[in-house]
């Protein structure tokens, strides 16, 4: 089966632009999650869907944060406007079940790098 | 909230064997995970916890003590592609049971 995929791979922005991130997860897999790293933090949570609804965005550090899932399939995720502190990887993750006990299925991530 | 520790980087010897340890702390505990990511990929699902004891897969083992909040990788007949970075993570109800809290990870570096 595919895996989840991402997209861009890469992208390189100036500070005020607007950037949209798009992930798509396993086909059947109800439950797609959005993670981010910056450059020397851990991997922290921003928010999880369950197909079209938003269960938890506790993660989603302010409003230039929209992430959208129409539909049920795949999700994007846009920073409008972009700053500095933005900048990082990015990893949309699905699953099945919420509480699966094997983990979730990560993409590759989006490194986003604001200048 | 929670709090994960793991070493920042280890080496090791083709063919040797290594123990990563993770430390945790966290409230309504449900399960604690180890994620493998090579630089610029995903991170790969290694091994799940929840009770207490060692789950044995292939050359890697995962060990849990819930209550010393302490687990750790084991890694034996270390590879060259055993590099990588290893993701200690827990899932526990202050997070929602369906999320996970990472800690930085430990960089693994094996030399022939």
Not at chain 1, 29 to 55: A, C, P, T
Not at chain 1, 95 to 110: C, K, M, P
Not at chain 2, 30 to 43: K, S, T
């Given at each position: 089966?595919?895996?989840?995929?991402?997209f861009?791979?890469?992208?390189?922005?100036?500070?005020?632009?607007?950037v949209?991130?798009?992930?798509?997860p396993?086909?059947g897999?109800?439950?797609?999650y959005?993670?981010?790293?910056?450059?020397?933090k851990?991997?922290?949570?921003?928010l999880?869907?369950?197909k079209?609804?938003?269960?938890?965005?506790?993660g989603?550090?302010n409003?230039?944060?929209?992430a959208?899932r129409t539909g049920?399939t795949y999700?994007?995720l846009?920073v409008?406007?972009?700053e500095?502190?933005d900048?990082g990887?990015?990893?949309?993750?699905?699953?099945?079940e919420?509480?699966?006990g094997?983990?979730?299925?990560?993409?590759?991530?989006?490194?986003?790098?604001?200048? | 909230?929670q709090?994960?520790?793991?070493?920042?980087?280890?080496?090791a010897?083709?063919?040797?064997?290594?123990q990563?340890?993770?430390?945790?702390q966290t409230?309504?505990f449900?399960?604690?995970?180890?994620?493998?990511?090579?630089a610029?990929e995903a991170?790969?699902?290694?091994?799940?916890?929840?009770?207490?004891?060692?789950e044995e897969?292939g050359?890697?083992?995962?060990?849990?003590?819930?209550?010393?909040?302490y687990?750790?990788?084991?890694l034996k007949?270390?590879?060259?592609k055993?590099?990588?970075?290893?993701l200690?993570?827990v899932?526990?109800?202050d997070?929602?049971?369906?999320?996970?809290?990472?800690g930085?990870?430990?960089?693994?570096?094996?030399?022939?």
């Amino acid at each position: 089966e595919a895996g989840v995929t991402q997209f861009p791979s890469h992208s390189v922005i100036e500070k005020g632009q607007t950037v949209t991130l798009r992930c798509d997860p396993i086909s059947g897999h109800d439950n797609l999650y959005w993670y981010r790293r910056v450059m020397g933090k851990e991997i922290k949570f921003l928010l999880h869907f369950v197909k079209e609804s938003k269960q938890d965005e506790s993660g989603m550090p302010n409003n230039r944060f929209l992430a959208e899932r129409t539909g049920g399939t795949y999700s994007t995720l846009k920073v409008q406007p972009a700053e500095l502190e933005d900048s990082g990887v990015y990893f949309c993750a699905s699953s099945q079940e919420a509480r699966v006990g094997y983990g979730y299925t990560f993409g590759s991530g989006t490194r986003l790098t604001v200048v | 909230g929670q709090n994960i520790d793991q070493p920042t980087e280890m080496t090791a010897t083709e063919g040797a064997i290594v123990q990563i340890n993770c430390t945790y702390q966290t409230s309504g505990f449900n399960g604690l995970f180890w994620y493998q990511q090579h630089a610029g990929e995903a991170p790969t699902f290694l091994s799940y916890n929840v009770l207490d004891g060692l789950e044995e897969k292939g050359r890697f083992s995962s060990f849990l003590s819930r209550s010393k909040g302490y687990s750790y990788l084991l890694l034996k007949e270390l590879q060259m592609k055993d590099s990588a970075s290893y993701l200690c993570a827990v899932r526990d109800r202050d997070s929602g049971y369906s999320t996970l809290t990472f800690g930085k990870g430990t960089m693994l570096l094996v030399s022939p």
